[in-house]
């Protein structure tokens, strides 16, 4: 039976150089990734094939909070987002970015971003073509 299930990641940590500032990007900084991914599953199967490589999504994740370096979290989020759509079978995913040394001048534990993205329906041409005008 193919069911939806939630896998999650939490704690994904890596340096990056994200910032609208110079020395964020110059200097960098740890940011912190949690993930929730919605995977749709043949639980009856138990076989690694039916899901999703995690270790292999972290990797991915890591490649994008260490690589080209973007102002805004949220652009971060996206960028996260859309590689962890890129793995089958992920169908929906919760990303947070966490900045935990973010410049603010005032004591704070965390700044973060969340996001959810889920994969476009893709139709056939046959619902298409049977697709009544409202």
């Given at each position: ?27 960098g900084?740890?940011f ?47 960028r996260?987002a ?16 966490h ?36």
């Open positions: 039976m193919v069911e939806p299930v939630w896998i999650t990641l939490t704690g994904l940590r890596a340096v990056g150089h994200h910032g609208v500032y110079e020395h964020e990007r110059r200097d900084q740890e912190v990734v949690d993930l929730r991914l919605e995977v749709a599953v043949d639980t009856s199967a138990d076989q690694i094939e039916g899901t999703v490589h995690y270790g292999e999504v972290a990797e991915a994740v890591v490649a994008d909070v260490t690589g080209s370096p973007v102002d805004l979290i949220e652009t971060l989020a996206g996260i859309d590689t962890c759509l890129a793995f089958e079978p992920v169908t929906t995913v919760e990303v947070v970015v900045k935990p040394q973010a410049p603010i001048t005032v004591a704070f534990d965390d700044v973060s971003v969340s996001l959810v993205r889920s994969r476009p329906l893709v139709r056939s041409k046959c619902e298409e073509q049977h697709e009544h005008p409202r």
